[in-house]
């Protein structure tokens, strides 16, 4: 397993694209956002944990039919199922590697983007607390997401389709406790509806991810 | 003898089917008649929102159904992956067309209604908020099936779908209730406490309540003729593309 993740942080820093490209997007998606509201600084501070998480998101999104797809078009992920290693250990390997690969760099990162959009400075640990919590969330649902479409020639747009109503209850708590903790409120029921969706899909979504790429596979 | 699962078998599916459709469908067409006309012509106008609340009659059965088809979709589902029955997967599919028909009327409806009543067509109220995502679910579903080539790889991915989507609709639900805080009112229609008589405040005046009685009714009744014309429809579809493979291999 360990061999496992280590093979697929490796591939994700060789082959380019895979630390720098959602950063890349992150950075641009928070760029674009003052071109298009205007860049009064009181309204963008007021925005920023809700964009950045969004940002964030959509990010992730981006860099999900990577997961899967390439391992299936060199059939890797046919010797990886038929290998002693149970199904559901492999999924959620992946879905390690992927948070490893897109979701920390964003939580590294957001910090500085908060700087862009002017983030209230009681916000920068809330956000990147709120992040650190809630990526590997979505993560894990859009591995989900991608064993769904791993079949599916061109299907990243389905993809897209079919994860981000998955995503809702995430990008609510999540965004809701970084401007809860931006603006000085109670925070304790966003982290812990956040918290318990995270730990409930590392729980339970492998072993659906896991049963939808047997099938895919059969 | 007589056990459930023997509607399994499509032959005596399709058979039940032409019997229960043309029944099905013209109770329906009775009931939506006398409720819609009874409703829209022979009730007063509410004395606050005047003739405006004439469009509870569609909005509220096709709200109720738009929520109880994907429960529906839900079991069906369940009862393929652990029983294998081809035609409990097939309703599924034939009743998501109808759920996703139904979440558009309810949008919809819901949005001429909110007009003159909230003075806006959309606001980011909960239920609102909650439809729209279920109608989104409804999208992704319908997508995934259209998307695979494989019959049963498909029924079998969307079926794991819709159990998640289950979850994270449920989830969706709260998650925008907490959200934001709503203009919609609460259930008033089907309450506990309003049918044994308890509360009777905030419940509809039964002047509305038959009308509507009457329409979800035939919503409920014209859904279960659509649900068995679509399946039937389905196995016919597939018989034929049986034959067809069957003809080029021969």
Known sequence: ?218 | MNSIWEYANPVKFSKTAGVVVPWASALAGICLFVGLVWGFFFTPDDFRQGSTVKIIYLHVPSAMMAINIWVMMLVASLVWLIRRHHVSVLAAKGAATVGVVMTLIALFTGAVWGQPMWGTWWVWDPRLTSFLILFLFYLGYLALWEAIDNPDTAADLTSVLCIVGSVFALLSRYAVNFWNQGLHQGASVMRAGAVTGTDTEEKVSNIFFYPLLLCIFGFVLLFVALVFLRTRTEIHKRRTSALLARERLG
């Open chain 1, 1 to 218: 397993m360990i061999a496992l993740l280590a093979r697929d942080l490796r591939l994700a820093v060789r082959a380019g694209g895979g630390f720098g490209l959602g950063l890349a997007f992150f950075l641009i998606v928070v760029i674009l956002v003052p071109f298009s509201v205007g860049p009064e600084s009181g309204l963008l501070s007021r925005i920023a944990p809700g964009i950045l998480w969004l940002g964030a998101l959509l990010a992730c999104l981006l860099s999900l039919d990577r997961i899967l797809a390439l391992d299936w078009e060199d059939g890797t992920l046919d010797l990886v199922a038929t290998s002693p290693l149970p199904l559901e250990g492999v999924v959620a390997i992946k879905s390690l590697a992927h948070w490893l690969t897109t979701g920390l760099p964003l939580v590294v990162a957001a910090p500085l983007f908060g700087l862009l959009l002017n983030l209230p400075v009681d916000g920068y640990l809330w956000l990147v607390f709120s992040l650190l919590i809630g990526t590997p969330a979505l993560s894990v649902v859009g591995t989900f997401g991608a064993a769904l479409t791993v079949g599916i020639k061109r299907g990243g747009l389905l993809l897209s389709l079919l994860v981000l109503p998955l995503y809702v209850p995430t990008l609510i708590f999540g965004a809701e406790l970084a401007r809860r903790g931006a603006e000085g409120q109670a925070t304790t029921t966003p982290l812990l509806m956040l918290a318990g969706i995270t730990f409930g899909v590392i729980a339970l979504l492998p072993f659906a991810s896991a049963l939808v790429l047997r099938i895919n596979l059969r």
